[in-house]
């Protein structure tokens, strides 16, 4: 059973390291932003109510955050593992996950961070939104995503440090550099 989590700021290439991550431990990436757009498309009344939330223009609260979490990590395919993206994001979501995995007598095998230098992230999205003619992928839109990244999630990494659960890696260079990196700090763990 392997139990993984992707933190890093937008664009550092946790969707593509998670994709790699569940092929080479059989576990599903389970990335918060699919299962709202899935919720929302199922029409779920979980999705709903994040639907009505986010149409408002609001932020979905922790607990129904935490709530599709839950429900997700019920699934059978996350019976022998998963790794997140995009959650947990608050001190919060930290403590539910924590008491979510403990009733189940588990916990986090690793948090890995994907550290990249935020020019750098910049650049690699804004060649990315041309390629894939992404409008809303402005220069000032990807540094404010940045912004947020540093001031909401950023706080957490130090969380994960103090439980030496943290791993970090550099997330510039080429995808397979990057996903070497990622396997050779995990084989050290152990995980």
Do not use: C, W
């Amino acid at each position: 059973m392997t139990r993984l989590l992707i933190v890093g700021p937008p664009g550092a290439g946790k969707g593509t390291q998670s994709a790699r991550l569940s092929a080479r431990y059989s576990i599903p990436p389970i990335a918060t932003g699919d299962i709202f757009r899935q919720n929302i498309r199922d029409e779920t009344p979980l999705g709903l109510e994040v639907k009505a939330i986010v149409d408002a223009g609001d932020y979905v609260p922790d607990s129904l955050t935490n709530a599709l979490v839950s429900d997700r990590l019920e699934q059978d395919d996350a019976a022998n593992g998963f790794i997140l993206d995009g959650y947990p994001r608050t001190l919060e979501q930290i403590g539910y996950l924590d008491r979510l995995l403990a009733s189940q007598e588990q916990s986090l095998d690793a948090v890995i961070l994907l550290n990249a230098d935020t020019d750098e992230v910049v650049e690699r999205l804004s060649k990315r939104a041309v390629e894939q003619g992404r409008a809303d992928d402005t220069e000032v839109a990807i540094r404010h995503r940045q912004a947020v990244f540093a001031r909401e999630t950023a706080p957490l990494i130090p969380v994960y440090r103090d439980k030496g659960l943290l791993i970090e890696v550099d997330g510039l260079g080429e995808i397979d550099d990057v996903s070497s990196r990622i396997a050779d700090a995990l084989d050290a763990r152990g995980v």
